[in-house]
């Protein structure tokens, strides 16, 4: 699967957008991202994931991890591929934990995943985590890129598409400048 296909596969499902968009942040941007529209395919989410796993077959992956909410789908298709371990972390009271009895073993071989990837900040986390218990980085896999190189993940990060998406200030936004109009897609954008 190419990245042209993946790309059809998100807007057909409605969860890349191209246009004039308010962000939940204030900011504008010119796409729309809403990736559990494609990920409430289970047969779809199969796919991709089949896809993403296919890129970290020769690796020696034991145990994949993501940070909910949109990473734990990802993590149990990619973990279901490899036929390995499957698990989660979360925020509590605003910090990520390693919760629900989850153990990570001294040297165990993780793979990270998340669905998007924007500024890496929660996968950074999970990352930090992961070492702290002792356990070995195998890799940082997402759906969707668009990080453009600058997350703390750098070039590191394998993906099935890159997006470039620009965001900015409502009052520096140049799609305001060219009076286009702006849709505000509210509770259902998702925070990347
Ligand atoms: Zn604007």
Same mark, same amino acid.
């Given at each position: 699967?190419? *990245? ?10 409605? =969860?890349? &957008? +191209? ?7 204030? !900011? ?5 991202? *809403?990736? =559990?529209?494609? &990920?409430?395919?289970?047969?779809? @989410? ?6 993403? =796993? $296919?890129?970290? #077959?020769? $690796? #020696?992956?034991?145990?994949?991890? /993501?940070?909910?909410? /949109?990473?734990?789908?990802? #993590?149990?298709?990619?973990?279901? *591929?490899? @036929? ?6 979360? +925020? ?7 919760? !629900? ?54 070039? /590191?990060?394998?993906? &099935? ?26 509770? +259902?954008?998702?925070?990347?």
């Amino acid at each position: 699967m190419n *990245q042209e296909e993946v790309r059809r596969i998100f807007e057909k499902k409605g =969860a890349l &957008l +191209r246009g004039h968009f308010r962000l939940s942040s204030g !900011r504008h941007s010119d796409i729309y991202m *809403q990736c =559990a529209l494609v &990920l409430q395919y289970p047969e779809l @989410s199969s796919k991709l994931c089949e896809e993403l =796993a $296919k890129k970290f #077959s020769g $690796k #020696s992956i034991e145990t994949v991890i /993501g940070p909910a909410i /949109g990473g734990i789908i990802v #993590s149990y298709e990619v973990a279901r *591929q490899l @036929s390995v371990r499957s698990l989660f972390m979360e +925020r509590k009271e605003g910090i990520m934990t390693l919760r !629900r009895g989850f153990h990570i073993e001294k040297g165990e071989k993780i793979l990270l995943v998340e669905d998007v990837i924007t500024t890496g900040k929660s996968l950074k986390e999970v990352e930090e985590i992961v070492k702290k218990r002792g356990g070995e980085i195998a890799g940082i896999g997402c759906l969707v890129d668009r990080s453009e190189g600058k997350s703390p993940f750098g070039r /590191g990060i394998t993906s &099935l598409l890159s997006l470039k998406a620009s965001t900015w200030e409502a009052s520096l936004c140049p799609l305001c400048k060219k009076g286009m109009p702006i849709s505000t897609p509210g509770t +259902r954008f998702c925070s990347h």
